[in-house]
T-cell receptor, first 110, second 113 residues
Framework: AQRVTQPEKLLSVFKGAPVELKCNYS??????LFWYVQYSRQRLQLLLR??SRESIKGFTADLNKGETSFHLKKPFAQEEDSAMYYC????????????FGKGMKLTVNP | GAGVSQTPSNKVTEKGKYVELRCDPI?????LYWYRQSLGQGPEFLIY????????DSGLPNDRFFAVRPEGSVSTLKIQRTERGDSAVYLC???????????FGPGTRLLVL
């Protein structure tokens, strides 16, 4: 069965500190993974997807198939990064849908 | 351009009542998804439309839930005989042709008393 696990619900850091938001997945096929972000009072939006291999707002995420992980990282957190972050897996083959983790709240303190 | 819109933004109803939640996707997007997000959880898939037809309704929790998209644009999620456990934020998303890149609406917050 497809599953996305975000083991930590909350992370609080100071501005300029590195952050790593953990995501592990379970999927039998070739996974396609995403990070979505929801800033306060805004709608859920795509932050990045693994196949793009891009850096968005200083965030990067590398797919590690051996560890079935897709952790989100940023070397120097900013206050505007404070938000809810959701890791998601694209499930295809019969039932095409995004499967989300429970989310993690990141707070970056000044 | 205009993003995905959802109405109402908030809905309070009594147990046993019927509710309709509306989603206006981005113009030209053929794929439309409904998700439900309960408190402290991530969005959970309910149903996926490609055009007018429901391509996958495997996420609907029971037969009290139904959704339509008669003209391939606006969609309505209908919940009959609401229960307190139906209280959640209902999210709609659209995609140009179906797939991973989905654009989300602001959600409808449903509270069943």
């Amino acid at each position: 069965a497809q599953r996305v696990t975000q083991p930590e619900k909350l992370l609080s850091v100071f501005k300029g500190a590195p952050v790593e938001l953990k995501c592990n997945y379970s999927y039998s096929g070739s996974p396609e993974l995403f990070w979505y972000v929801q800033y306060s009072r805004q709608r859920l939006q795509l932050l990045l997807r693994h196949i793009s291999r891009e850096s968005i707002k200083g965030f990067t995420a590398d797919l590690n198939k051996g560890e079935t992980s897709f952790h989100l990282k940023k070397p120097f957190a900013q206050e505007e990064d404070s938000a809810m972050y959701y890791c998601a897996l694209w499930s295809s083959g019969g039932s095409e849908k995004l499967v989300f983790g429970k989310g993690m709240k990141l707070t970056v303190n000044p | 351009g205009a993003g995905v819109s959802q109405t109402p933004s908030n809905k309070v109803t009594e147990k046993g009542k019927y509710v309709e939640l509306r989603c206006d996707p981005i113009s030209g997007h053929t794929a439309l998804y409904w998700y439900r997000q309960s408190l402290g959880q991530g969005p959970e898939f309910l149903i996926y439309f490609q055009g007018t037809g429901a391509a996958d309704d495997s996420g609907l929790p029971n037969d009290r839930f139904f959704a339509v998209r008669p003209e391939g644009s606006v969609s309505t999620l209908k919940i009959q005989r609401t229960e307190r456990g139906d209280s959640a934020v209902y999210l709609c998303a659209s995609s140009p042709s179906g797939g991973q890149t989905q654009y989300f609406g602001p959600g409808t917050r449903l509270l069943v008393l």
